[in-house]
């Protein structure tokens, strides 16, 4: 039976006094001698350098958008442990102690690949389990990593499958052992449930695709220049003409402000996200979706607060409840709200393996409230990842180089906010990860530590 999701704030947990956020300054030098702060310098083989696009490559708003904010940080396989990926391509698990240097691991290295008209992403890693984890490419190739060292012995990892996924692209190719498939990426998004595909005289294959965008106009069907221009029918130009028969007018100043056609991408916002957000106005739907059919069990309808940040990921294993809390907007403030399940439903319905089920009767429940949350992270122009903590004690927003801004969860009229400047101007950001109460911040040539209990 489908179900509606509330995403419903409880006025008891909205905090109408809240005057603002106070800030402590962090004590890089307790009385124990343990610094709040620490840095630790990454091997020169080993620094972390994401690849760059060539300068004429064709990228939509959410594509650039969502390599911008991409966090190159991974959560490990056990509950002390990140993952990163260098410059050259070589899986790092790093073990991550609370007073002590953190431990390297080389894990895997991922084989090159590529492609004539893809445009590769970046590397991925996802812990799976305490002893597995998947390793995605960037492209479409998914290794497995499991763990074969003993207890007590030092950990050894070893790939020891690989998958092939294909979302939105084109395989094209023989598919014999010998010959690799190459796999092409449209120009951007489809409706493939709206898309057919027709073979004649089993040699000529014709594609009619549905954009997903209907506005967008494609410079090629395939990402990069392909040299395939897209083709509009002569009934769609008549009705371009009416509607830029207003700029035809006398009045060539209001014209030459105003684009001829509506761009996909809103230059009026300036690359802003939160211009961006204000133009697209894109609600945000929550969904609960079975993991045998995919099918949405229970989804939120629209009006729901909008979406402000994610928590911390976290490996599945590890945590009691299988959906992490999330934080959304609420007037000036940041709600949270926690998922939650019947456990006897669970336990009754549970699929086979350590798959989180997914169930109509998932509730969503408000949690935890930052107060004036939202207004504040609303003039970090610099803004490149905000979490908050499963625990829903603190929210981190991270700028793009050197600052981290951390707030401090309270019910009383003031909360505590701390500061943390990385002290060099050549500090990007790469990723975030909180383990346990240890931020761990990777950068191109530092991994830097900060304890949230001296904060």
């Known amino acids: 039976m489908y179900k509606l999701l509330e995403l419903k704030p409880d006025s008891a947990l909205i905090n109408p006094q809240f005057d603002g956020y106070k800030l402590r300054l962090i004590d890089t030098d307790n009385s124990s001698g343990q610094s709040a702060i620490r840095h630790y310098e990454l091997s020169k083989k080993a620094c972390v350098e994401p690849h760059q696009l060539a300068s004429n490559a064709l990228l939509t708003y959410n594509e650039m958008y969502s390599r911008v904010h991409y966090n190159h940080l991974f959560t490990g396989p056990n509950e002390h442990s990140v993952i990163y990926i260098d410059s050259s391509s070589h899986v790092y698990l790093v073990d991550v102690h609370k ?11 991922i084989p090159p690949c590529s492609s004539m008209y893809a445009l590769q992403g970046y590397h991925g890693a996802y812990a799976i389990g305490k002893d597995t984890v998947l390793i995605f490419d960037g492209m479409f190739t998914v290794y497995v990593l499991q763990h074969t060292g003993a207890n007590g012995q030092a950990a050894a ?58 506005g967008a106009r494609w410079s090629s069907v395939f990402k990069g220049d392909d040299g395939v221009m897209e083709t509009i029918d002569p009934s769609e130009f008549v009705t371009i003409r009416e509607r830029l028969e207003k700029y035809t007018a006398n009045e060539p100043e209001v014209a030459a402000n105003v684009p001829l056609m509506q761009p996909y991408v809103d230059q009026d916002s300036g690359g802003d996200p939160e211009q961006q957000e204000q133009v697209t106005e894109d609600p945000t739907i929550f969904s609960v979706r079975s993991w045998s059919t995919g099918l949405a069990e229970a989804s939120s309808v629209v009006g729901s607060p909008d979406w402000l940040c994610p ?3 976290r490996a ?5 409840t299988p959906l992490p809390p999330v934080c959304l907007k609420f007037d000036v403030d940041g709600v949270v709200f926690a998922f939650h399940a ?14 989180p089920p997914a169930h109509s009767n998932v509730c969503a429940r408000h949690a935890s409230t930052f107060s004036a949350l939202s207004y504040v992270q609303a003039s970090k122009r610099e803004k490149r990842f905000m979490y908050i903590d499963s625990d829903m004690t603190v929210a981190v927003l991270a700028e793009a180089q050197r600052r981290i801004y951390i707030y401090h969860q309270s019910a009383q009229p003031v909360a505590i906010q701390n500061i943390v400047d990385l002290g060099s101007s050549d500090a990007e950001i790469f990723g975030i990860q909180l383990i346990g109460r240890t931020l761990v911040v990777l950068r191109k040539h530092l991994l830097t530590m900060v304890d949230l209990d001296l904060c």
Request: glycine share 6%.
């Open 99 to 109: 007073r002590d240097a953190p431990v390297y691991i080389l894990m895997f290295k």
């Open 157 to 214: 990892w070893q790939a020891t499958g690989m998958f092939e996924i294909g979302c939105g692209s084109v395989a094209a190719g023989s598919t014999t052992e010998n010959t690799q498939r190459t796999m092409y990426y449209l120009c951007d998004s489809i409706i493939a449930d709206e898309s057919v595909w027709t073979l004649e005289n089993g040699r000529l294959l014709t594609f009619y695709l549905q954009k997903e965008h209907e």
């Open 311 to 313: 928590a911390f990921s």
């Open 316 to 320: 599945s294993h590890f945590s009691e």
């Open 342 to 355: 019947s456990p006897s439903y669970q336990k009754s319905h549970a699929p086979p393996g350590n798959i």
